[in-house]
């Protein structure tokens, strides 16, 4: 096949919305924040082309799949006025924040929520109408909640809010991680650093949105036009869902080897905090190869009112392999450690660039779910595939930079 | 790629009848090198399936750039025309345990009568009775310096040491280093004890799917003077040990070629519907206890579990009666850092695996809700439930032959 020309609306659709943050972490921000929802025309890996419904930045921006990343600190006034620029009924929630869901928003009509911006964590925003077929058709993204001070009792930065946790273990679990980066052998080089006020995504910081294409379901969207009915098609789509196409930001394969959003680019020492999300129907089983991962929240999905909360563990398993189920949110900690079976004897002489195998390491992250590495069923590995590279040694960057 | 050193059989520890059979293999075939026996034999560990050290020799100088290591990268090189060879390995160092993993044809019964073929991992030296699903046993034990020689056929192939971390080139990833085009070595330190899985990772939804897989582990050394080996370092002792490994079959995808859909062709990768269910290698019919997955054990004793998932369904696990612990997740032991410890899994509560999960649990039978239990009973149901990936339901559910659900037993005796 071909390869077709990259649209790189995916990579676009990270662009920051969370203007204004206050400087004092101690004060309360308000944050007036505006998205349009419309239809786009998405080219696929494969060259195939399916509409989707997107979120706009503003009333008319930029459409972008997943939706724009907000980032909010705890306690911070959050109001979004969604205006429905399509012509059929529209519905606004995040998942987990006590009030943030609108009224169903008519065609050409525009609903405002407002909400406190609750405990740090990782929060989708999603259109939460007709299950969630609005979700995986494109009207997802992401809202970072930072803490006001994450601080662990020893003065390590986490992007979580310890001083509310009721947990004690769980409090204890995350500070002994985010305490040991710099400090132990193991963990040699920079603590982890929060992601600076304003910007999607940082070094040490990435947020990687999952998603599936069933172009049958695209189809009903038409642009401009009313959503087509089929009821067969929509009335149980975790019965019809056959996905073709497996994304991370709206980008797959190929695509997804390249992007400062996605690809983590690090030296040893620069430990990342990986935000996964899964907006899709399926479930997903996402490997990284090079280092294992500790797996930090997650968030429940027992139906109830905790349904949606950030949960931090208490337990925190280093892992190869992490489950993302549908609406699932994960933070995950990529340690950019060396990876521990490269022979000891060898690892001089890669880190000085005297050896025969040179810097940077490439090591790929795919969902091991294998079905979903295929693009328009074959076409391994054009899904959901992309690597990270360790760049090199301990203080690389300063040294790579002069 | 010469062979330069093989091990002399005298200097192997029979520790393993898959050993003692393969150092015989090989040694019959290789030709010697003086450089080589001048060398100290290897110490195996005491349960290590491979031959003691060096092995053949083929270290160098890869050509970097006519891989995808450095050379140009395209959606061609991506995916469908991938960069092959058999390049040296870089960076040689001496290998103290060493594995031959030849591609092979192997063909399974379902409990319906239909056969099926599988791709196979071979243990050269043992031949064709290695042949199975899961492929043979890769043991190896904590700072063994391993070396896995891959001999592709039908096709390129590669093979990647799940959740062992190498350099890049011994990861076994096609399109961020090669495709292995007639045999390459890997080379990497087991620094790690722990449950790990190696597979294929070329086209990789099929190659795995048709048994392109098998498990590793990596032994803790043994205690000094008892030479027993723990289930990692510093962990627990254990009396039985007993691998689970799943897997689920879809018989579509076994009539496929070996590089079906790599060029754009739709052959239906995406869709994934399983009709036989295995548990360690034995096939599951309903109704029938699956005998490769029982576990006997005496009254007292501990009993060491290594899961892991080879199925592209969730797993979920249920031991009835008996309580269990947690004790290592994707082969990193819990309890070794501040932000863990064994997690207790009460009986009868479920244990999930996401695909390529692997959980080592430790049942200790002298525990004191275990006794009690093993009052009231000898034998305890264990369960393996397959879960759609879209649907949530049990795979293939009230089919008559096979349904994702298969079960055996904990015999205590």
Redo the contacts between chains.
């Keep these: ?1 071909e ?1 077709r020309e990259f649209l790189k609306i995916g990579a676009a659709g990270l662009a920051v919305a969370g203007a204004g943050l206050a400087a004092s972490p101690a004060r309360a921000a308000t944050h007036t924040l505006e998205l349009g929802i419309v239809d786009t025309q998405v080219e696929l890996i ?1 060259g195939t082309l399916v509409t989707m419904l997107a979120f706009t930045k503003s009333r008319i921006g930029q459409p972008s799949v997943p939706g724009p990343v907000f980032r909010v600190k705890e306690g911070d006034a959050v109001t979004i006025t969604i205006h429905n620029t399509r012509q059929e009924e529209h519905r606004f929630e995040i998942p987990g924040i006590d009030g943030a869901m609108s009224d169903a928003i008519p065609p050409g009509g525009s609903k405002t929520v407002s909400f406190t911006a609750p405990i740090a964590g990782t929060y989708m925003y999603q259109d939460g109408l007709m299950g969630p077929l609005y979700r995986v058709l494109g009207l997802h993204g992401v809202l970072v909640v930072e803490p006001l001070d994450g601080r662990t009792a020893a003065g390590s930065q986490t992007p979580f809010s310890l001083d509310r946790i009721g947990n004690p273990q769980a409090v ?3 500070s ?2 985010f305490d ?1 980066l710099g400090t132990t052998e193991r963990f040699p080089g920079s603590k982890w650093v929060p992601c600076a006020s304003g910007e999607p995504y940082s070094i040490q910081e990435r947020i990687w949105v999952l998603n599936q294409v069933d172009p049958r379901f695209n189809a009903l969207v038409v642009p401009g036009q009313p959503i087509r009915k089929d009821a067969a098609l929509t009335a149980d789509p ?2 019809t ?4 196409y497996f994304t991370i930001n709206n980008r797959s ?2 695509d997804l ?1 390249e992007g400062d959003d996605v690809i983590i680019s690090n030296y040893i020492g620069e430990p990342t905090l990986i935000r996964v999300v899964n907006a899709g ?3 997903h ?1 996402n ?1 990284i ?4 991962l ?1 797996e930090m929240a997650e968030t429940s999905l027992r139906p109830g009112s905790g349904f949606g909360k950030p949960m931090l563990r208490a ?9 993302m189920q549908p609406g699932q949110r994960k933070d995950m900690l990529l340690p950019v450690e060396i ?8 690892r001089a ?2 880190l000085s660039g005297t ?4 810097l940077p ?4 992250m ?1 969902c ?7 693009a ?7 899904g959901m595939v992309t ?1 990270w590279d360790l760049m090199g040694g301990v203080g690389g960057r300063r040294t790579a930079s002069l | 790629m010469a062979d330069i050193e093989s091990p002399s059989p005298a200097a192997a520890p029979a520790a393993t009848a898959t050993a003692a059979a393969a150092v015989t293999g090989a040694a019959a075939a290789a030709t010697f090198a003086p450089s080589a026996l001048a060398q100290t034999a290897s110490t195996l560990g005491p349960k290590s399936t491979g031959m003691p050290g060096p092995g053949p020799f083929s270290g160098g ?2 050509d ?1 750039k006519n891989l995808a ?1 450095d050379g140009v ?4 090189t ?3 025309k991938v960069y092959k060879d058999s390049p040296p390995t ?2 040689w ?1 001496r290998a103290s345990v060493w594995f031959d993993r030849r591609i092979a044809s192997h063909e399974i019964k379902m409990p319906d009568g239909k056969i099926l073929d599988f791709w196979v991992f071979e243990d050269e030296a043992v031949g064709s009775k290695s042949r199975n699903v899961p492929s043979p046993l890769i043991r190896v034990q904590q700072g063994d ?1 391993v070396h896995v020689r891959l001999k592709a056929a039908k096709g390129p192939h590669t093979i ?10 011994n ?1 076994g ?1 096609g ?2 280093s090669m495709e292995v085009g007639t045999e390459y070595i890997y ?6 004890p722990g449950t790990w899985i190696y597979h294929c990772h070329v ?4 190659h ?2 048709m048994g392109l897989y098998g498990a590793v582990v990596v032994d803790p050394k043994p205690d000094p003077g008892t030479r027993r080996v723990r289930a990692f370092d510093g962990g627990p002792l254990y009396d039985v040990e007993q691998f689970w490994v799943f897997d689920d079959i879809d018989p579509r995808w076994h009539l496929l070629e070996h590089g ?13 519907e399983p009709q036989y269910f295995m548990v360690t290698g034995g096939v599951s019919r309903r109704g029938t206890s699956v005998g490769k997955a029982r576990i006997t054990a005496r009254a007292n004793q501990k009993i060491l579990v290594r899961m892991i998932n080879a199925a ?1 369904s ?1 797993v979920r696990v249920r031991l009835e009666g008996l309580e269990y612990d947690v004790i290592s ?4 032991a ?1 309890g070794k ?5 064994y ?1 207790r899994v009460a009986p009868g509560e479920e244990l ?1 695996l ?4 692997r959980y080592d649990i430790l049942i200790d039978l002298a525990s004191p809700v275990n006794q009690a239990a093993i009052l009231k009973k000898k034998s305890f149901r264990t369960e393996f439930e397959f879960v759609d ?4 339901k049990r795979q293939n559910l009230g089919d008559p032959v096979a349904e994702g659900l298969a079960f055996s037993s904990i015999d205590v005796v």
């Design positions: 096949m390869r494969d204890q679990s995350v002994a991680i040991a975790s019965e869902w056959t996905p073709r394969g190929f080897a129907l399926a479930y089983s490997h190869h090079g280092n294992h500790m337990n925190i398993f280093e892992r190869d392999v992490w489950s990876p521990p079976d490269i022979p000891l004897a060898q002489a890669l050896g025969q195998e040179k390491m490439r090591y790929v795919h091991h779910c294998e079905m979903s590495n295929t328009g069923g074959g076409n391994y590995p054009q690597h | 100088l890869p970097f290591t990268e395209s959606y061609e991506f995916g469908c870089p960076d160092q310096l990647h040491h799940h959740g062992i971390e190498p350099t890049t080139f990861d990833v399109h961020v080379q990497w330190e087991a620094n790690t086209n990789t939804p099929l795995f799917e079906a859909g790599l060029c754009g062709e739709d052959v239906g990768l995406n869709i994934f592209y969730q997740v994707d082969g990193h819990l850092s501040a932000w863990n410890r997690q999930v996401a695909t390529a999960n990936w879209i649907t949530w």
